[in-house]
Protein backbone atom coordinates (compact mmCIF):
# COMPACT_ATOMS: atom_id res chain seq x y z
CA UNK A 1 0.00 0.00 0.00
CA UNK A 2 1.35 3.42 -1.44
CA UNK A 3 2.17 5.99 1.66
CA UNK A 4 -0.95 8.40 2.27
CA UNK A 5 -1.10 11.92 0.67
CA UNK A 6 -4.73 12.54 0.14
CA UNK A 7 -7.60 11.73 1.92
CA UNK A 8 -11.35 13.60 0.30
CA UNK A 9 -14.34 12.99 2.61
CA UNK A 10 -17.49 13.69 1.70
CA UNK A 11 -19.53 14.88 5.09
CA UNK A 12 -22.89 14.22 6.42
CA UNK A 13 -24.55 14.15 9.71
CA UNK A 14 -23.96 10.39 10.13
CA UNK A 15 -22.48 8.81 7.37
CA UNK A 16 -18.80 10.10 6.09
CA UNK A 17 -17.05 8.77 2.89
CA UNK A 18 -13.58 8.61 2.32
CA UNK A 19 -11.11 7.87 -0.44
CA UNK A 20 -7.61 7.68 0.21
CA UNK A 21 -5.04 8.65 -2.32
CA UNK A 22 -1.26 7.78 -2.71
CA UNK A 23 1.28 10.14 -3.78
CA UNK A 24 0.66 9.31 -7.66
CA UNK A 25 -3.35 9.63 -7.19
CA UNK A 26 -3.85 5.89 -7.05
CA UNK A 27 -7.03 5.21 -4.97
CA UNK A 28 -5.91 2.79 -1.91
CA UNK A 29 -9.09 2.55 0.18
CA UNK A 30 -12.62 3.74 -0.10
CA UNK A 31 -15.15 3.45 2.82
CA UNK A 32 -18.21 4.68 4.19
CA UNK A 33 -18.18 5.12 8.45
CA UNK A 34 -20.73 5.95 10.30
CA UNK A 35 -20.06 8.82 12.82
CA UNK A 36 -18.39 7.13 16.06
CA UNK A 37 -16.33 5.04 13.60
CA UNK A 38 -15.35 7.94 11.46
CA UNK A 39 -14.06 9.85 14.68
CA UNK A 40 -12.08 7.11 15.29
CA UNK A 41 -10.18 6.80 12.16
CA UNK A 42 -9.65 10.23 11.48
CA UNK A 43 -7.84 10.65 15.21
CA UNK A 44 -5.22 7.85 13.46
CA UNK A 45 -5.20 8.60 10.43
CA UNK A 46 -1.29 10.02 9.37
CA UNK A 47 -0.83 12.99 8.92
CA UNK A 48 -1.72 14.41 4.77
CA UNK A 49 -3.74 16.32 3.07
CA UNK A 50 -7.42 16.12 4.05
CA UNK A 51 -9.94 17.69 1.80
CA UNK A 52 -13.81 17.95 2.11
CA UNK A 53 -16.94 20.53 0.62
CA UNK A 54 -17.26 23.49 2.47
CA UNK A 55 -20.58 22.84 3.72
CA UNK A 56 -21.96 21.98 7.33
CA UNK A 57 -19.78 21.03 9.38
CA UNK A 58 -16.74 21.50 7.01
CA UNK A 59 -14.91 24.42 9.22
CA UNK A 60 -15.22 22.05 12.76
CA UNK A 61 -13.92 18.89 10.94
CA UNK A 62 -11.27 21.75 9.18
CA UNK A 63 -9.97 22.64 12.21
CA UNK A 64 -10.22 19.64 14.18
CA UNK A 65 -7.77 17.72 10.99
CA UNK A 66 -5.46 21.17 10.64
CA UNK A 67 -4.71 20.80 15.31
CA UNK A 68 -3.67 17.54 14.29
CA UNK A 69 -1.33 18.41 11.69
CA UNK A 70 -2.67 17.83 8.58
CA UNK A 71 -3.24 20.36 5.64
CA UNK A 72 -6.89 20.81 5.62
CA UNK A 73 -8.56 22.15 2.71
CA UNK A 74 -12.16 23.10 1.84
CA UNK A 75 -13.08 23.30 -1.72
CA UNK A 76 -16.49 24.86 -3.03
CA UNK A 77 -19.03 22.46 -3.98
CA UNK A 78 -19.28 23.34 -7.27
CA UNK A 79 -15.34 23.14 -8.13
CA UNK A 80 -15.75 19.71 -7.08
CA UNK A 81 -18.70 18.34 -9.31
CA UNK A 82 -16.46 18.53 -12.66
CA UNK A 83 -14.42 15.73 -11.36
CA UNK A 84 -17.12 13.49 -9.77
CA UNK A 85 -17.06 10.24 -12.35
CA UNK A 86 -20.42 8.44 -12.86
CA UNK A 87 -23.41 9.10 -10.93
CA UNK A 88 -23.26 11.32 -7.74
CA UNK A 89 -22.92 9.25 -4.52
CA UNK A 90 -20.86 9.33 -1.48
CA UNK A 91 -18.34 7.54 -2.70
CA UNK A 92 -18.08 8.98 -5.71
CA UNK A 93 -18.43 12.72 -4.47
CA UNK A 94 -14.97 11.84 -1.76
CA UNK A 95 -13.54 10.45 -5.05
CA UNK A 96 -14.17 14.12 -6.63
CA UNK A 97 -13.18 15.80 -3.26
CA UNK A 98 -9.96 14.04 -3.15
CA UNK A 99 -8.66 14.74 -6.61
CA UNK A 100 -9.82 18.30 -6.92
CA UNK A 101 -7.34 19.37 -4.03
CA UNK A 102 -4.61 17.85 -5.79
CA UNK A 103 -5.17 20.03 -8.47
CA UNK A 104 -2.20 22.74 -8.54
CA UNK A 105 -5.00 25.68 -9.48
CA UNK A 106 -7.25 24.68 -7.57
CA UNK A 107 -8.92 27.71 -5.05
CA UNK A 108 -9.55 26.65 -1.62
CA UNK A 109 -11.97 27.87 1.08
CA UNK A 110 -10.28 29.40 3.97
CA UNK A 111 -11.20 28.02 7.34
CA UNK A 112 -13.45 30.49 9.74
CA UNK A 113 -11.73 30.37 13.44
CA UNK A 114 -14.70 29.45 16.33
CA UNK A 115 -14.64 33.12 16.98
CA UNK A 116 -15.71 34.33 13.67
CA UNK A 117 -18.13 31.63 13.30
CA UNK A 118 -19.89 32.80 16.72
CA UNK A 119 -20.53 35.93 15.21
CA UNK A 120 -22.07 35.12 11.92
CA UNK A 121 -24.45 32.66 13.85
CA UNK A 122 -25.57 35.67 15.64
CA UNK A 123 -25.98 37.03 11.79
CA UNK A 124 -27.71 33.74 10.87
CA UNK A 125 -30.04 34.13 13.75
CA UNK A 126 -30.98 36.75 12.87
CA UNK A 127 -31.83 36.69 9.41
CA UNK A 128 -33.53 34.02 11.10
CA UNK A 129 -35.99 35.75 12.89
CA UNK A 130 -36.38 38.74 10.96
CA UNK A 131 -37.74 36.32 8.22
CA UNK A 132 -40.39 34.74 10.76
CA UNK A 133 -41.50 37.91 11.55
CA UNK A 134 -42.09 38.95 7.52
CA UNK A 135 -43.83 35.81 7.46
CA UNK A 136 -46.21 35.81 10.20
CA UNK A 137 -47.26 39.50 9.53
CA UNK A 138 -47.62 38.56 5.83
CA UNK A 139 -49.58 35.48 7.38
CA UNK A 140 -51.54 38.61 9.19
CA UNK A 141 -52.49 40.36 6.38
CA UNK A 142 -53.38 38.17 4.41
CA UNK A 143 -55.89 36.18 7.15
CA UNK A 144 -57.13 39.58 7.84
CA UNK A 145 -58.29 40.56 3.87
CA UNK A 146 -60.97 37.73 4.36
CA UNK A 147 -63.03 39.43 6.73
CA UNK A 148 -62.93 42.87 4.32
CA UNK A 149 -59.56 44.40 6.40
CA UNK A 150 -56.74 45.43 4.53
CA UNK A 151 -53.63 46.42 6.03
CA UNK A 152 -51.10 48.34 3.86
CA UNK A 153 -47.75 46.39 2.88
CA UNK A 154 -45.94 48.19 5.96
CA UNK A 155 -44.87 46.56 9.45
CA UNK A 156 -45.05 49.76 11.56
CA UNK A 157 -48.95 50.17 9.82
CA UNK A 158 -49.39 46.57 11.02
CA UNK A 159 -48.04 46.79 14.43
CA UNK A 160 -49.78 49.91 15.26
CA UNK A 161 -53.24 48.33 14.30
CA UNK A 162 -53.14 45.25 15.98
CA UNK A 163 -53.59 45.98 19.46
CA UNK A 164 -57.25 48.35 17.73
CA UNK A 165 -57.97 45.23 15.95
CA UNK A 166 -58.88 43.04 18.55
CA UNK A 167 -61.36 45.49 19.64
CA UNK A 168 -62.89 45.85 16.05
CA UNK A 169 -66.67 44.91 15.31
CA UNK A 170 -65.34 43.42 11.84
CA UNK A 171 -63.29 41.14 13.55
CA UNK A 172 -65.23 38.03 15.10
CA UNK A 173 -64.57 36.94 18.52
CA UNK A 174 -63.34 33.75 18.34
CA UNK A 175 -60.80 35.44 16.02
CA UNK A 176 -59.65 37.94 18.24
CA UNK A 177 -57.25 35.12 20.56
CA UNK A 178 -55.12 34.55 17.09
CA UNK A 179 -54.40 37.88 16.86
CA UNK A 180 -53.11 38.38 20.74
CA UNK A 181 -51.50 35.76 19.70
CA UNK A 182 -49.49 36.76 16.98
CA UNK A 183 -48.85 39.94 18.74
CA UNK A 184 -47.22 38.32 21.38
CA UNK A 185 -45.09 36.45 18.77
CA UNK A 186 -43.93 39.54 16.89
CA UNK A 187 -43.04 41.00 20.34
CA UNK A 188 -40.92 38.11 21.40
CA UNK A 189 -39.12 37.72 17.68
CA UNK A 190 -38.51 41.41 18.05
CA UNK A 191 -36.63 41.43 21.35
CA UNK A 192 -34.86 38.13 20.23
CA UNK A 193 -33.50 40.46 16.74
CA UNK A 194 -32.61 43.19 19.12
CA UNK A 195 -30.74 40.65 21.38
CA UNK A 196 -28.36 39.44 18.01
CA UNK A 197 -28.59 43.18 17.51
CA UNK A 198 -27.04 43.93 20.80
CA UNK A 199 -24.07 41.27 19.81
CA UNK A 200 -23.70 42.10 16.60
CA UNK A 201 -23.04 46.04 17.27
CA UNK A 202 -20.61 44.81 20.70
CA UNK A 203 -18.72 42.74 17.81
CA UNK A 204 -18.61 45.66 15.25
CA UNK A 205 -17.38 48.57 18.09
CA UNK A 206 -14.63 45.95 19.70
CA UNK A 207 -13.15 44.60 16.74
CA UNK A 208 -10.53 47.69 15.52
CA UNK A 209 -10.72 46.41 11.42
CA UNK A 210 -14.86 46.64 11.69
CA UNK A 211 -14.42 50.04 12.99
CA UNK A 212 -12.35 50.99 10.52
CA UNK A 213 -14.40 49.89 7.86
CA UNK A 214 -17.76 51.58 8.89
CA UNK A 215 -15.68 54.97 8.29
CA UNK A 216 -17.10 54.29 4.62
CA UNK A 217 -20.45 55.69 3.84
CA UNK A 218 -22.56 52.85 3.09
CA UNK A 219 -21.04 50.64 5.70
CA UNK A 220 -22.85 50.24 8.67
CA UNK A 221 -22.69 47.78 11.87
CA UNK A 222 -24.59 45.06 10.28
CA UNK A 223 -22.36 45.33 7.27
CA UNK A 224 -18.80 46.11 9.16
CA UNK A 225 -19.43 43.23 11.45
CA UNK A 226 -20.35 40.27 8.80
CA UNK A 227 -17.41 41.55 6.32
CA UNK A 228 -15.21 40.94 9.24
CA UNK A 229 -16.42 37.64 10.36
CA UNK A 230 -17.31 36.14 6.83
CA UNK A 231 -13.75 37.52 5.01
CA UNK A 232 -11.55 36.57 7.54
CA UNK A 233 -8.05 37.13 5.32
CA UNK A 234 -8.38 39.66 2.87
CA UNK A 235 -5.06 39.01 1.46
CA UNK A 236 -6.14 35.67 0.44
CA UNK A 237 -7.39 37.59 -3.08
CA UNK A 238 -4.94 39.11 -5.32
CA UNK A 239 -6.67 42.45 -5.54
CA UNK A 240 -9.74 43.99 -4.93
CA UNK A 241 -11.41 42.79 -8.04
CA UNK A 242 -11.07 39.21 -7.12
CA UNK A 243 -12.75 39.64 -4.03
CA UNK A 244 -16.10 41.82 -5.49
CA UNK A 245 -16.01 38.71 -7.94
CA UNK A 246 -15.74 35.97 -5.39
CA UNK A 247 -19.05 38.12 -3.28
CA UNK A 248 -21.16 37.98 -6.79
CA UNK A 249 -20.78 41.75 -7.62
CA UNK A 250 -19.33 41.30 -11.29
CA UNK A 251 -21.42 40.38 -14.20
CA UNK A 252 -21.50 36.38 -15.66
CA UNK A 253 -19.47 35.72 -18.66
CA UNK A 254 -19.97 33.83 -21.59
CA UNK A 255 -17.49 35.03 -23.55
CA UNK A 256 -15.72 32.94 -26.49
CA UNK A 257 -13.63 33.29 -29.91
CA UNK A 258 -12.18 36.66 -28.69
CA UNK A 259 -15.67 38.80 -27.84
CA UNK A 260 -16.50 39.35 -24.29
CA UNK A 261 -20.23 38.69 -23.31
CA UNK A 262 -21.57 39.84 -19.92
CA UNK A 263 -24.42 38.55 -18.70
CA UNK A 264 -26.54 39.66 -14.96
CA UNK A 265 -24.81 39.53 -11.92
CA UNK A 266 -23.11 36.03 -11.24
CA UNK A 267 -24.82 35.60 -7.65
CA UNK A 268 -21.93 33.54 -6.66
CA UNK A 269 -20.75 33.86 -2.93
CA UNK A 270 -22.13 34.91 0.20
CA UNK A 271 -25.86 36.01 -0.27
CA UNK A 272 -26.35 37.66 2.90
CA UNK A 273 -22.85 39.49 3.05
CA UNK A 274 -23.57 40.80 -0.95
CA UNK A 275 -27.30 41.86 0.14
CA UNK A 276 -26.28 43.90 3.05
CA UNK A 277 -23.66 45.11 0.55
CA UNK A 278 -26.47 46.23 -1.79
CA UNK A 279 -28.53 47.79 0.80
CA UNK A 280 -25.74 49.89 2.40
CA UNK A 281 -25.13 51.02 -1.79
CA UNK A 282 -28.83 52.57 -1.44
CA UNK A 283 -28.40 55.11 0.69
CA UNK A 284 -24.60 55.52 -0.68
CA UNK A 285 -26.63 56.21 -3.98
CA UNK A 286 -28.94 58.81 -2.52
CA UNK A 287 -26.63 60.92 -0.44
CA UNK A 288 -24.87 61.11 -3.97
CA UNK A 289 -27.72 61.98 -5.72
CA UNK A 290 -28.22 65.10 -2.97
CA UNK A 291 -25.01 66.49 -3.05
CA UNK A 292 -24.33 69.33 -5.02
CA UNK A 293 -22.09 68.66 -7.97
CA UNK A 294 -19.54 71.35 -6.15
CA UNK A 295 -19.28 69.32 -2.71
CA UNK A 296 -19.46 65.97 -4.06
CA UNK A 297 -16.76 64.02 -3.39
CA UNK A 298 -15.20 62.27 -6.51
CA UNK A 299 -16.46 59.11 -5.63
CA UNK A 300 -20.55 60.95 -5.34
CA UNK A 301 -19.61 62.13 -8.47
CA UNK A 302 -18.95 58.98 -10.08
CA UNK A 303 -21.96 57.45 -8.51
CA UNK A 304 -23.83 60.07 -10.27
CA UNK A 305 -22.56 60.01 -13.58
CA UNK A 306 -23.08 56.18 -13.32
CA UNK A 307 -26.84 56.30 -12.58
CA UNK A 308 -27.20 59.07 -15.48
CA UNK A 309 -26.03 56.46 -17.91
CA UNK A 310 -26.87 52.98 -16.35
CA UNK A 311 -29.82 53.73 -14.29
CA UNK A 312 -30.70 52.29 -10.83
CA UNK A 313 -29.84 48.79 -10.49
CA UNK A 314 -27.21 48.39 -12.01
CA UNK A 315 -25.51 51.63 -10.23
CA UNK A 316 -26.47 49.96 -6.96
CA UNK A 317 -24.39 46.58 -8.09
CA UNK A 318 -21.16 48.62 -8.94
CA UNK A 319 -21.33 50.57 -5.59
CA UNK A 320 -21.67 47.89 -3.22
CA UNK A 321 -18.84 46.24 -5.70
CA UNK A 322 -16.82 49.14 -5.34
CA UNK A 323 -17.33 49.36 -1.88
CA UNK A 324 -16.25 45.98 -1.64
CA UNK A 325 -12.94 47.01 -3.26
CA UNK A 326 -12.05 49.51 -0.63
CA UNK A 327 -12.87 47.41 1.98
CA UNK A 328 -10.16 44.87 0.63
CA UNK A 329 -8.17 47.65 0.48
CA UNK A 330 -8.73 49.61 3.75
CA UNK A 331 -7.90 46.26 5.35
CA UNK A 332 -4.63 44.78 3.62
CA UNK A 333 -3.14 47.87 3.96
CA UNK A 334 -4.10 48.45 7.39
CA UNK A 335 -5.51 52.26 6.23
CA UNK A 336 -8.44 54.33 7.42
CA UNK A 337 -10.60 55.13 4.79
CA UNK A 338 -9.65 58.44 2.45
CA UNK A 339 -12.02 59.74 -0.36
CA UNK A 340 -9.00 61.60 -1.39
CA UNK A 341 -6.86 58.03 -1.85
CA UNK A 342 -7.46 58.33 -5.78
CA UNK A 343 -5.45 61.74 -6.29
CA UNK A 344 -2.47 59.12 -5.32
CA UNK A 345 -2.99 57.11 -8.69
CA UNK A 346 -0.62 57.46 -11.52
CA UNK A 347 -3.51 57.98 -14.12
CA UNK A 348 -5.00 60.55 -10.90
CA UNK A 349 -5.21 63.54 -13.64
CA UNK A 350 -6.79 61.46 -16.29
CA UNK A 351 -9.47 60.49 -14.01
CA UNK A 352 -9.89 63.88 -12.82
CA UNK A 353 -10.66 64.89 -16.24
CA UNK A 354 -13.43 62.38 -17.06
CA UNK A 355 -14.78 61.54 -13.86
CA UNK A 356 -17.93 59.76 -15.26
CA UNK A 357 -15.40 56.76 -16.54
CA UNK A 358 -16.20 53.65 -14.81
Not at 259 to 271: E, F, H, I, P, Y
Amino acid sequence: MGEVTTVGIDLAKEVFAICVLDARGAVIERKVLRRAAFEHWAAAVPPCTVAMEACGSAHHWGRYFAARGHTARLIAAEFVTAFRQGSKNDGNDALAIAIAARQPTMRFVPIKTVAQQVILSWHRARAGFNDERTALMNRLRGLLTEFGIVIPPSSDRLLKALPLLVEDARVPLALRPLLLEARAQLEALAARIARCDVEIATHACDDAAARRVREVLGVGVLTASAFIATVPDPTLFRHGRQLGAWLGLTPRQTSSSGKTRLGDSSGRGDAYLRTLLVQGARSTLQVALRTPSAKATHLQRWIAALYARKGYHKTLIAIANKHARILWAMLVRDQHFDPNAWQRHPRAATRAAMPACT
